[in-house]
């Protein structure tokens, strides 16, 4: 066979002495930095590569793990196209089907259930997990959230939320939602550090109350009957139980390798080590500069100790390689923000000679070009620098510097405060307006704010109706906003009910068909009560013809209670002694024969939604019915949640509109959920890209305009104090984390840039953090009214194609069945209503492999 360096040369690549060296490197722990465009991806999969290719390991002998979904998938198209080469080159294939490679999560959830961990032939059950979304409505759930408070010592709702409130931030605030969202974080940190509620003590009270809801939290994920139920915090710690309980575990893989390893978590640490305990082929590669979890729990701690770290769990130090040229930037860029990173105090006090960074590395550009690339504004107001930088894109755009102006990208340290959208983008947005430069802001609004979303919502409360307001002097901000929202829905449908005869009438018979099957509800109840007859009693054969009866019930009703159907499987129910329950049989009487996706779907069929769907075909806006595919998401996630069913006992009182409205959609809008959002393409065509810099990470874009340089400094939040006072842990000091992690933010975002890096200089109060105010004071960067526009590299899109894997069944199948189809549930994410089509073969494969093992499992006994 050809040596590695042949394939090499096949793919086009010409690795540094570093990424060579990496690539090669085979056995013993490896501790690779990388900073920004150094080729981390390109050094991760060759080292794949070459670990199957050449050493003979098997795929499902490596475990893989990186930060996200998208990362993932990346890795295995870019590893299926490298070795496709090599296939097409020697003949024979080679498969990864069987290769750990995920997110962490992704991976504790599979290897959960993987008999190498165990050898018994039944398959351990996996845990049911619940996602972000669903653990905030399990706890925010009225009656959960009294119970959490009621283990905490908390009798009384709102003073119970105010007091957890003040703790986190020192407001007062009675908001359930704000409380919820506390817990919430805490809970995970909690989990994620290992901490054990029943054993731990504190002297604070609040803490010690909160430490006891987190019990029962964790005690409640696992009385649910059988199944045990697990979000992502408790997954990965239930993952560690599981390794750490098999002796062999660390036997299980030959090579882990994890990506950015600097947004790793304590749990996480704990079973990488733990995989890596026998082999000892352990591989982190990452850059402290761009650890920007810290608000998920992240350790920066794991990659910067590292190698002592490793020494200590596994005996062995590792083998340091450092990728430290970028191929990404201009020189003067990366000048600029290696000086940045330099300009605070990294030593760690408490260890002469330490830091709390890896301090020696040293990063340098491939680009010798050292013309301007780095460039500030005027230094002027606000509105002033926003209209500069806003006619300076469309110079660009004219001069052909750029060819679409999705090649320039605004980063911004965040797109909201608590007030609503960042002032700052605000302001570019209102600059951009006035100079008809389109944009494309996906997190800086309510996706529920858009307007498909107020079509939708204020179309079903026409059906519906909408909750009652409850009227009080200190109801919160984010309450009254949410009536506003419920408001400008309605007038967004009256609208559409004008202007749209047919859909008018549409809407009144759903209208009618919804209020039937309450008052029919309503008139069986009262029959009941009429004849002694109790919601929890059994249906006996001929009751039927009784509350058939009743008076006010509708003529639907009345042919729902004289069904042949209907009464054939009540006689059938009670001839095997396990009768109906008279609350079932007013239930199925009175339910609609439409879901609320069924209803979105009919409403789909109108001249605003059919518009919608044309654009989408025609290529010129895909934005709408992407907020479409977003809508039944939610939906079915409410269906999920609550009920799939309407029925009368659903909607009298009240009920599902308060559910649906006051409670789901509610904790939607607070949660600011955005709008739809394509992460494998975050540059829509056409239109300049708003960004937060931890959406832009991993990213290269030509211009970068860093929105603000400026990041508040707080305090230390509750969670990290706690954790820390809780744990007696050690870490970055309290009084310099928030500067830490603002200096690593900026980091991130000035490294993005390739051509042109532009930073904007305001003139009043917190126009710029420290640094860049000192930076500003030097005079050493050019402004952007002396640029030369000649001077700047023509801007060239990079698309590393690595190709992309299909399924049959959920691919080719689907499309050969109807394009239309696989475009909106495949390509745009519709949730179908009803028509879900559910696919046996992986059930069919499970069991057969699981009566495989348990027969070869009895021939061994019987030998």
Not at 194 to 201: G, K
Not at 348 to 365: C, L, S, V, W
Not at 620 to 643: F, K, V
Request: aromatic content about 12%; proline content about 4%; some cysteine.
């Amino acid at each position: 066979m050809e040596k590695i360096e042949y394939y090499w040369e096949k793919a086009g690549f010409t690795p540094n002495k570093s990424q060579k060296e990496a690539i090669l490197h085979i056995n013993g722990p490896l501790f690779l930095t990388a900073g920004p465009g150094s080729g981390k991806t390109r050094v991760l999969l060759w080292r794949t590569l070459n670990l199957i290719i050449f050493h003979n390991i098997d795929p499902a002998e490596i475990f893989l793990s990186t930060f996200t979904e998208k990362a993932a998938r990346q890795l295995q198209d870019g590893l299926r196209s490298l070795l496709g080469i090599v296939t097409n080159e020697t003949g024979k294939p080679y498969d990864i089907a069987s290769m750990s490679i995920g997110t962490v999560h992704s991976l504790c959830q599979k290897l959960l259930v993987d008999r190498r961990f165990n050898p018994d032939p039944a398959r351990r059950r996996a845990p049911a997990l619940i996602d972000e979304l669903g653990q905030y409505f399990r706890i925010y759930n009225r009656n959960y959230w009294k119970s959490l408070l009621l283990a905490g010592g908390y009798d009384d709702e709102e003073a119970g939320q105010r007091t957890i409130n003040d703790f986190f931030s020192g407001r007062d605030s009675y908001s359930r939602h704000v409380a919820a969202q506390n817990c919430i974080s805490l809970f995970n940190r909690f989990s994620e550090e290992s901490v054990d509620p029943d054993s731990v003590q504190t002297e604070d009270k609040v803490l010690q109350s909160l430490l006891s809801m987190y019990s029962k939290y964790r005690k409640d994920l696992k009385t649910d009957g059988n199944l045990e139920y697990v979000d992502f915090s408790v997954l990965q710690q239930s993952a560690y139980k599981y390794f750490n309980g098999c002796h062999d575990s660390g036997n299980v893989f030959k090579h882990i390798i994890i990506d950015e390893y600097q947004d790793t978590n304590s749990i996480q640490e704990k079973i990488f080590f733990q995989l890596a305990r026998g082999s000892r082929n352990i591989y982190v590669v990452g850059d402290d500069d761009q650890s920007l979890y810290r608000f998920r729990g992240a350790a920066v701690e794991n990659l910067v100790q590292f190698e002592e770290r490793c020494n200590l769990f596994l005996g062995k130090k590792p083998k340091r390689i450092d990728l430290s040229i970028n191929y990404r930037s201009r020189k003067k860029i990366v000048d600029f923000y290696t000086d940045f990173i330099s300009r605070t105090d990294w030593l760690n006090e408490k260890k002469p000679g330490e830091y709390y960074r890896i301090h020696d590395k040293k990063i340098t550009a491939y680009s010798t070009d050292d013309n301007p690339s780095v460039v500030t504004t005027s230094h002027a107001k606000a509105d002033i620098v926003y209209h500069e930088v806003a006619q300076f894109i469309k110079q660009l755009k004219k001069n052909k510097v750029i060819t679409d102006y999705n090649q320039v990208a605004f980063l911004f340290p965040s797109m909201k405060s608590w007030r609503g959208m960042n002032s700052r983008v605000h302001g570019y947005i209102r600059a951009f307006q006035e100079e008809n430069i389109p944009y494309y802001a996906p997190r800086a609004g309510r996706f529920l704010e858009v307007e498909e979303a107020q079509a939708v919502f204020g179309l079903f409360q026409f059906v519906f109706g909408k909750p009652l307001y409850r009227d009080r002097e200190d109801a919160s901000r984010g309450y009254r906003e949410f009536q506003n929202w419920l408001a400008g829905c309605q007038e967004k449908a009256d609208k559409l009910r004008k202007d749209d005869s047919q859909l008018n009438n549409y809407l009144k018979d759903r209208e009618k068909e919804f209020q039937q099957a309450k008052s029919d509800y309503e008139s069986l109840l009262e029959q009941c009560e009429k004849q002694n007859i109790e919601l929890k009693d059994s249906v006996t054969p001929g009751l039927t013809a009784i509350l058939s009866k009743s008076a006010g019930l509708s003529l639907h009703g009345q042919k729902a209670l004289r069904s042949h159907s209907v009464n054939q499987s009540i006689k059938k129910r009670f001839d095997e002694g396990n009768p109906y329950s008279i609350n079932y049989l007013l239930n199925r009487v009175t339910a609609l024969d439409w879901s609320i996706l069924d209803l979105f779907y009919q409403l789909n069929g109108f001249d605003y939604f059919r518009t919608i769907y044309r654009l989408s075909e025609t290529g010129e806006d895909e934005g709408p019915i992407c907020n479409l595919g977003l809508i039944t998401q939610y939906l079915a996630r409410y269906m999920e949640e609550y009920s799939p069913i309407l029925t009368g006992q659903s909607v009298i009182e009240n009920r599902f509109v308060n559910n649906f409205f006051g409670s789901f959609l509610y904790a939607l809008f607070r949660l600011g959920e955005s709008e739809y959002e394509d992460t494998e393409d975050p540059f829509p065509k056409g239109r300049v890209p708003f960004l937060t810099v931890h959406q832009s990470k991993g990213l290269e874009l030509p211009v970068v305009v860093l929105g603000s340089v400026y990041r508040e400094e707080r305090d230390p939040s509750v969670m990290e104090t706690s954790v820390r006072v809780l744990l007696q842990k050690e870490g970055e000091p309290l009084s310099r984390i928030s500067k830490y992690d603002s200096m690593r933010i900026f980091y991130v975002g000035l490294s993005r840039a390739q051509n042109l890096l532009i930073l904007p200089r305001y003139t009043h109060n917190k126009a710029a953090s420290p640094e860049f105010k000192e930076i500003f004071e030097e005079e050493k960067l050019s402004e952007l009214k002396d640029l030369e526009l000649s001077s700047i590299p023509k801007a060239e899109r990079k698309f590393e194609e690595l190709g992309k894997s299909y399924n049959y069944t959920g691919d080719y199948l689907l499309y050969k069945k109807c394009p239309r189809n696989y475009m909106i549930y495949r390509k745009y994410g519709f949730v179908p209503s009803r028509g879900q089509t559910m696919f046996f073969g992986r059930l069919i494969h499970e069991t057969i492999e699981d009566l495989h093992h348990i027969i070869m499992k009895q021939k061994e006994v019987n030998k």
